[in-house]
């Protein structure tokens, strides 16, 4: 990529159809780990119109009640207005969970198993990771990702507040970023398009959004006379929500990590206990990736680490520093440090990171990675001196 060029990233409100079966499977995952750490949950959930579906495999000894726990993240979304069609207190949900299967259990439980070559807990399914991070940000996140996410924030703060009547809870964020020497410079769009009742007019809404969201989260010295602003640019969003299109669970994996600046190994999050690498390998990896650029061994830095369903070491660690690694430094010496300092078994991972704890819905909405919050383990940045010291 050239050293000038503009990115784009974007977010989407806890009223995203996608959003809302993320909430509802994170909710799940959080219900069953609170009565038994121990659970195994693959929640996956669809969502239209009037119509919640969940499915997946679950074995735990919580004795949760999935219909009180789907009604409540509903609830707490907001889709609580008397003109919604997709209401809390009126889905009909449909439950499709069984237990999980016992062939993939042997391979991820820490007990030996014909055909197995260890007795270690293994990961829960082949597969590839990454983390990332970068000095674009204090939290260490590329730049247009986290000011999608901070204007989506601030739009549910507003509505969850009470004091805009006319807000509802489907909302998207987009934001383009101008970079120079690979730095980011200035922003040359904004776009928002947040769901709204029927009695409020677009000249309202675009005001309301530019005056009360974008100016009060987006830097000023990063706006122009040039930025752009997009404001519901159809020129109406009342029908939202799973009335106006279907949602399902992980299909938003990109807002959830870094807004495509970053790779993705393609395994979603949400409904997925801390087993399942796919969800736990990638915190470690923006924990490893955080650690390196804490450092001060590089700007930019990319993890990728593989498993095989069932086997405790990974198949493969690489470090990217696209070119900044400091002081003379190359990825193939950090990468041994990396090596050095951190263990990427699952059991590790789960161990070292507290993740048999019911904190998975923190996580949904508005990106897993760069948010302050002691529960959100993996944005510590506790292995620096290790690493400088591994680096020689």
């Not at 000894?61 to 889709?79: D, T, V």
């Not at 409020?200 to 830097?219: D, L, N, R, S």
């Not at 198949?315 to 696209?322: E, L």
């Amino acid at each position: 990529m050239s050293k000038n060029f503009i990115f784009s990233s974007e977010s989407v409100g806890e009223g995203h159809p996608d959003k809302v079966c993320d909430t509802i499977s994170d909710a799940i995952l959080d219900a069953c780990l609170a009565d038994d750490k121990y659970s195994r949950v693959a929640c996956e959930t669809f969502v239209k119109s009037n119509m919640v579906v969940v499915g997946g495999e679950i074995t735990t000894r919580s004795k949760f009640h999935a219909n009180e726990i789907i009604r409540k993240a509903i609830r707490n979304i907001g889709y609580v207005n008397d003109d919604d069609v997709f209401h809390a207190d009126k889905v009909f949900i449909t439950n499709c969970l069984t237990r999980q299967s016992p062939d993939i259990a042997q391979g991820v439980d820490s007990r030996a198993a014909e055909g197995k070559d260890t007795a270690e807990q293994g990961a829960g399914d082949q597969g590839l990771m990454f983390g990332y991070a970068t000095t674009e940000t204090e939290e260490l996140m590329p730049a247009p990702i986290m000011y999608a996410h901070q204007l989506g924030r601030k739009l549910t703060r507003l509505r969850k507040s009470g004091k805009v009547s006319w807000l509802r809870p489907d909302a998207k964020t987009q934001v383009s970023v101008q970079y120079r020497n690979d730095q980011p410079v200035a922003i040359t769009n904004v776009v928002v398009s947040t769901q709204h009742s029927r009695d409020v007019t677009h000249a309202t809404i675009k005001e309301f959004v530019i005056e009360e969201v974008i100016k009060k989260v987006i830097p000023k010295r990063l706006l122009t006379p040039k930025t752009q602003f997009l404001i519901n640019p159809t020129g109406r969003f009342v029908v939202g929500g799973p009335e106006g299109d279907s949602g399902l669970t992980g299909r938003k994996i990109i807002v959830d990590t870094y807004g495509g600046m970053g790779r993705h190994g393609g395994g979603a999050f949400s409904g997925k206990d801390p087993s399942k690498v796919d969800r736990s390998a990638a915190y470690m990896g923006r924990y490893v990736a955080k650690n390196i650029v804490a450092a001060g061994l590089a700007t930019s830095a990319e993890v990728q680490f593989a498993y095989a369903i069932g086997y405790p070491d990974p198949v493969s660690i690489c470090v990217n520093t696209f070119g900044t690694a400091t002081n003379g430094l190359s990825d193939e010496a950090i990468e041994k440090a990396v090596s050095q300092v951190f263990s990427f078994k699952p059991a590790d991972i789960v161990k070292h990171l507290k993740l048999l704890r019911p904190i998975y819905s923190k996580t949904t909405n508005y990106g897993h990675f760069g948010k302050d919050d002691p529960d959100i383990t993996w944005e510590r940045i506790d292995k620096v001196a290790e690493l400088q010291k591994a680096v020689g």
